[in-house]
């Protein structure tokens, strides 16, 4: 089946570490994104791509990292610079790159601090 | 910059009630505006999609309208099962995506 797979389901970071959130699609799409989703708060979009070997900042783009080395995967490193990193992860991707607009979403990454 | 609010929070009813949530969004130059389902520790799922110049859009028991000069969309979604229970969440795209808080819902069978 096509679709998106996020993991791990559960991510435990310690003080001063970064780690790396995977992402991967199989639905041949372009554009990829990256959300993070607070209670209480809409999806904040942290990096999206919308080709290979490009990617572009969100609007909470500060102590996250990303890389598009292949249309399949857009990982997501959050590194010891976010300091408050706890919250549901969402990666989520679309065919047409220039819509801006997310089509599926994968089943997300929840990230706690140990 | 664009805010979307969904009001209320939270939401029970008992099941075979009609539902009616609200969104409300600031910036009225939009090109669509998306309705999402969210199942506790889930991506979310497309529901509905209203183009700007749609006025509204059904799929079964769910139906939205889009009143873009007044900055509202509603969801109704009809005669309510527990399988309904979920947080629902709009969203708008003028240049990208702009998601509110969304509204949790129970259906009490």
Partial sequence: ?114 | KQEVTQIPAALSVPEGENLVLNCSFTDSAIYNLQWFRQDPGKGLTSLLLIQSSQREQTSGRLNASLDKSSGRSTLYIAASQPGDSATYLCAVSDYKLSFGAGTTVTVRA
Avoid at chain 1, 34 to 59: A, C, E, H, M, T
Avoid at chain 1, 63 to 81: D, I
């Fill in chain 1, 1 to 114: 089946d096509g679709g998106i797979t996020q993991s791990p389901k559960y991510l435990f970071r310690k003080e001063g570490q970064n780690v790396t959130l995977s992402c991967e699609q199989n639905l041949n799409h372009d554009a990829m994104y990256w959300y993070r989703q607070d209670p209480g708060q809409g999806l904040r979009l942290i990096y999206y791509s919308q080709i290979v070997n490009d990617f572009q900042k969100g609007d909470i783009a500060e102590g996250y990292s990303v890389s598009r080395e292949k249309k399949e995967s857009f990982p997501l490193t959050v590194t010891s610079a976010q300091k408050n990193p706890t919250a549901f992860y969402l990666c989520a991707s679309s065919m047409d790159r220039y819509s801006n607009q997310p089509q599926h979403f994968g089943d997300g990454t929840r990230l706690s601090i140990l």
